[in-house]
């Protein structure tokens, strides 16, 4: 049967929890990627070696309780599992357990036995009850034993024997306890033979309660009323073991309380004290032993040798007064525990994943913010920088159209997702770039090709470099035209100024007669020779300044 169905679904909320912080690490949490790689294979990797030590741990018990789960089987096969699981069920270590239970290996009853509204549970080696409690617990759909009773026979041990039991006996159900991570009702039934008892005439006698006993006033109580003369018993002869029981039980109960209880609750040892929640002796027990310690103390008290009975016939009978008292049990079903854990869970991821799909979200605002207003901050001039400013506000452009068209990735989602805000403030941001405006086009005219030296005359043979100037304009209307006049350095400078500037004018002329543009269109200039282009020192560098230059200028319109 599988763990969900039977039990606390232990390594199903570790695979969920697992893979669910996997997706968060590495699809939402504003994370480097080689960190979020790091923390989902720890993640992966501590959730498998839990998965693995789990199921490791659960084979392991099964295998080493597959004996006592059978015979729980057999004994209660005829039990309905919703009552079976409702019923007290008590483990039972200590001394005599044989003696209680089948001696026949065959026998459903050697491990368990359900009498009195309970199931009684053997467990042969005391250092077995936590893994046996565990498996109980599963076997019951999360219930832990109603109770752990501890057998003491003290016929059976000597003082250090008996001092090893019971240490043995706290450690184990401390132990249980912290394994199930429940209370559980701890008991001790005492089997000493006092009397040559008919057998069936067996009698308990002690005191039990719902609520622990965590002090030795109610045994001292219990001990002062035990104490008190039997108004029943006679003084005839048939009284005499009636008395002598009394009275044997008398010391017994001294001796329990001295030797046992005060061990089980003593606070100085390591392990907890004994949850004690009933005590109970019975005139029943193996054949008396004269060095045994309860025997051994009755001497001390009496000086007289006690008497030694033989053993009682088996089986010895079971502690059932302890059922009346026994404490209710808190259960809540697993799955309802595991559903209620995998809801904190979820809820927690789903906070931690809210808070880094917050976090992605301002990181992608404050982004966009800064690279807007880095465009705004950048001169105009800086056009280079603007470029690249109006390609970064592009591609965050683009990359929230494509959320708005395929949708938002899970990092941005979950409800927390504000860039389709931005989108508008980029439209506004790239549609406000202009250009900037291109430089006039020049068109420089070598000088001798149009004009012969010293002259303002075009030749005849200029008409052609003209032609081709008044192309270029054409194919660029609606600029203005500067013509520019240049002369070398030689000669009279205001000579070649008067020169520069006919020459500019003679040009003009040729072309508002050639192409018929009004003359507001052109703007003529000279300089002379005073901004050559290269150095006048040679027949060929004068030659290169003496130049009309024909710049072409975009209208600007003022608002």
């Known amino acids: 049967m599988s763990d969900f169905r039977l039990g606390y679904p232990e390594r199903t909320l570790v695979a969920l929890g697992a893979f669910l912080t996997i997706v968060i690490v590495t699809c939402i949490l504003p994370l480097r990627s080689s960190v979020s790689m790091a923390l989902a294979l720890t993640v992966f990797g501590s959730a498998l070696i839990l998965i693995f030590l789990r199921t490791q741990r659960q084979r392991r018990a099964q295998h080493q309780s597959n004996s006592v789960l059978a015979a729980l089987g057999a004994s209660t096969v005829n039990i309905p599992a919703a009552l079976r699981n409702h019923m007290p069920l008590i483990m039972m270590i ?77 450690q184990v159900l401390s132990d249980s ?66 008395a002598w029981r009394a009275a044997g039980m008398t010391s017994l109960v001294r001796w329990t309380q001295k030797n046992i209880i005060s061990s089980l609750l003593d606070r100085r040892q390591t392990s907890m004290p004994w949850p004690l929640h009933g005590i109970a002796w019975i005139d029943c027990g193996p054949a008396t032993k004269a060095d045994s310690p309860w025997n051994l103390h009755l001497q001390s008290q009496t000086c007289l040798s006690p008497a030694l009975f033989t053993a009682t016939t088996q089986p010895w009978p079971l502690p059932e007064p302890f059922l009346e008292t026994l404490p209710q049990q808190q ?37 966009v913010s800064e690279d807007i207003n880095r465009f705004y901050a950048t001169p105009v001039d800086q056009d ?78 200029s008409t052609r470099a003209l032609i081709s100037v008044l192309d270029v304009i054409k194919a660029h209307p609606g600029k203005r035209i500067l013509i520019a006049g240049h002369t070398d350095s030689s000669g009279d400078a205001e000579k070649n100024q008067r020169l520069s500037e006919e020459r500019a004018g003679a040009v003009r002329h040729w072309l508002m007669e050639t192409s018929g543009l009004p003359v507001s269109t052109f703007a003529i200039q000279g ?31 003022g608002t």
């Not at 565990?134 to 001092?163: C, F, K, M």
């Not at 790239?430 to 030749?459: M, N």
């Open 94 to 170: 200590g001394d005599s357990l044989e003696s209680i239970f089948s001696t026949d290996p065959n026998s459903s009853e050697h491990i368990a036995r359900v009498k009195g509204g309970a199931i009684w549970l053997r467990v042969n080696r005391t250092v077995d009850l936590p893994k046996l409690c565990s498996a109980v617990y599963t076997w019951r759909d999360s219930r832990a034993p109603n109770g752990v009773i501890l057998t003491i026979t003290p016929d059976l041990h000597t003082q250090e024997s008996l001092d090893n039991t019971l240490h043995l006996a706290r």
């Open 331 to 367: 259960w809540v079903s697993p799955r309802i525990r595991a559903l209620t854990h995998a809801i904190v869970i979820l809820a927690c991821l789903g906070v931690l994943a809210t808070w880094g799909a917050v976090k992605n979200n301002d990181a992608l605002m404050t982004s």
């Open 177 to 242: 306890s912290r394994l199930l991570g429940k209370h559980l009702s701890a008991y001790l039934a005492v089997y000493q033979k006092l009397t040559r008892t008919d057998e069936g005439a067996y009698q308990w006698v002690g005191l039990s309660s719902a609520n622990q006993i965590d002090n030795l006033d109610s045994i001292s109580t219990f001990l002062s009323v035990a104490e008190a003369p039997d108004q029943n018993i006679k003084s005839d002869v048939d009284a005499r073991p009636s």
């Open 527 to 557: 300089y002379g020779g005073g901004r050559p282009i290269t150095d006048n020192t040679t027949a060929e560098g004068r030659a290169r300044n003496r130049r009309v230059e024909i710049t072409l200028i975009p209208e600007t319109t």
């Open 384 to 461: 280079s920088a603007r470029r690249d400013a109006l390609a970064a506000l592009t591609k965050e452009r683009d990359r929230l159209d494509r959320y708005q068209r395929i949708g938002t990735p899970i990092r941005l989602d979950l409800g927390m997702y504000r860039g389709d805000a931005l989108v508008p403030e980029l439209n506004r941001a790239i549609a406000s770039y202009q250009p900037p405006a291109q430089p006039p086009a020049v068109i420089t005219l070598d000088g001798l090709s149009l004009f012969e030296s010293s002259s303002a005359e075009l030749k005849s043979g």
